[in-house]
């Protein structure tokens, strides 16, 4: 009988055997968000999300080159998520990518950890970004391109939340007269591509500048409108609070008061003032209380490395890369700690408004909306010659590079902490939709990898080693049962 072939046979039951002793505690699979009234919920439990968060840009944004980009090197990647642990991070913030580039493992490690992504869709490369103060000079099929291939680079990560549109476009009045349109129109495109070309609406949405003129008017102007050209989210860069401060007299009170009605998931893009230092993060009891809550969903500091501007949390050394633990870390991570979301109040939900004013005080609020340079696009997606990304079995949980405290000790254990399972697959499960003519009709250039994925069921035994295939199977156990996988392993251990 081949039950009892070899003795490396009894070797993997036994192996097996424990590998279910710990699949009873394994933690579940990272759920997609969705958009569900005036907040992000769980789209499997429906559980509401609150985002507590930093925005993530080593190097600063206005540096940013093609080539590379915070998650394109599992090394870096495995520093910094383990950071976040730390911190006790959901959700970080990224501002520009290159759409060309292999994100699948620092979106693996990123997910395991149980962190979502809200990214940019805009650089500071000629080409890909609007102007805005000529908006229509920028508005091209080649911009599109760029902002549709970073879509497609993420759309299959289930850890993907949502895409902003544009930060701080409109922040002065030659902008707020310029752009508004233009930047809604983007909006509009990409949520066009999304539902032609994406199997998940994936949220999109705007960052805005705080400047009190513009506040209320420009969130009611991209709230408006048709379903397809307002946004889903909004995000607000608020730095109102300083120091020692109580929820009226930093302001957070009328901020509240203005985006009472605000029917659309609303959070800090960016927060954390530096007028008053070192930052205590006073605000974080504030932000995730009652008070808060039945207006806003959390927020993100500014941010998670030391720049020129002074924000950052950690120190990145350019010549070891090594990284260590700001004052404001600590500080932080104090604060993030004492964070409960269990029972936050939420408010009720507010009908998004279907039609627009006729006028909008302090900005241009033309609803007539610029022609999309890329209906062809739009309809039939990139070249289907690109590749997708996917969740990958991850390779790298601990970094080789060094990580220092606030006290400059190097810390021993630099293990990214697996909280959350993720089904490696071979392929993406987020494919284009079927369209039998879409190479020949797309007039843009595709893009040449790290393209987005998604979970699947796992791996076929048959186009992987025993050994991978059981480790797929256990990761994704408990979506089909200890029992049924332990049979499947049997057949493969017996082979």
Request: charged share 15%; aromatic share 12%; net charge negative.
């Amino acid at each position: 009988m081949r039950f009892f072939a070899t003795a490396s046979a009894f070797a993997a039951i036994a192996a097996t055997t424990l590998l279910f002793a710990s699949v009873s505690t394994a933690a579940t699979t990272l759920n997609t968000l969705e958009v569900k009234g005036k907040y992000f919920v769980d789209s499997v439990t429906g559980d509401t999300f609150w985002i507590k968060g930093v925005d993530y840009q080593p190097g600063g944004a206005a540096n940013f080159q093609d080539g590379s980009d915070p998650l394109s090197d599992p090394d870096t990647c495995a520093r910094d998520i383990f950071l976040f642990e730390q911190l006790g991070l959901n959700t970080i913030r990224i501002y520009s990518v290159d759409p060309t580039l292999d994100h699948d493992e620092c979106m693996s490690l990123l997910a395991s950890a149980g962190i979502y992504l809200i990214l940019d869709v805009n650089t500071g490369i000629y080409g890909q970004n609007l102007n805005r103060y000529e908006p229509w000079t920028t508005y091209t099929e080649e911009y599109m391109t760029h902002v549709f291939e970073v879509i497609e680079a993420f759309a299959g990560y289930n850890n993907t939340l949502g895409f902003f549109a544009g930060n701080e476009v409109i922040n002065d009045n030659n902008s707020a007269e310029a752009s508004p349109n233009y930047v809604k129109a983007v909006v509009r495109d990409m949520k066009n591509y999304i539902t032609n070309n994406i199997k998940r609406q994936i949220p999109v949405g705007y960052s805005a500048a705080d400047v009190l003129d513009f506040r209320v008017p420009l969130a009611a102007y991209f709230e408006c409108g048709p379903e397809e050209e307002a946004v889903d989210f909004y995000g607000v860069n608020s730095y109102q609070w300083c120091g020692d401060q109580t929820f009226n007299s930093s302001g957070y009170n009328t901020l509240v008061q203005d985006y009472a009605n605000y029917s659309l998931p609303l959070f800090l893009s960016e927060f954390g003032c530096i007028q008053v230092l070192p930052r205590t993060f006073q605000e974080v009891g504030t932000i995730f209380s009652d008070q808060f809550s039945v207006v806003f969903s959390g927020g993100l500091v500014y941010e998670y490395s030391q720049e020129s501007s002074d924000y950052g949390l950690v120190n990145l050394s350019s010549s070891d890369n090594s990284a260590q633990q700001r004052h404001d870390f600590v500080a932080l991570s104090s604060e993030y700690a004492t964070v409960t979301t269990t029972g936050l109040a939420t408010g009720s939900a507010t009908p998004r408004p279907t039609t627009c004013a006729t006028s909008y005080e302090f900005i241009n609020g033309n609803t007539t909306l610029p022609d999309t340079p890329a209906a062809t696009l739009i309809a039939n997606g990139l070249n289907s010659t690109y590749n997708r990304g996917k969740f990958v079995d991850i390779t790298v949980q601990s970094t080789n590079y060094t990580i220092y405290d606030y006290n400059g000790n190097a810390i021993s254990d630099k293990t990214v902490n697996e909280k959350y399972s993720i089904t490696v697959s071979s392929a993406s499960a987020i494919d284009q939709t079927d369209k039998s003519n879409s190479s020949a009709a797309s007039s843009g250039s595709p893009s040449s990898g790290g393209s987005g994925g998604a979970t699947t069921t796992g791996s076929s035994p048959s186009s992987t080693s025993k050994s991978a295939a059981i480790s797929n199977l256990v990761r994704g156990s408990e979506k089909i049962g200890a029992t049924a996988v332990f049979a499947v392993i049997l057949g493969l251990v017996f082979a």
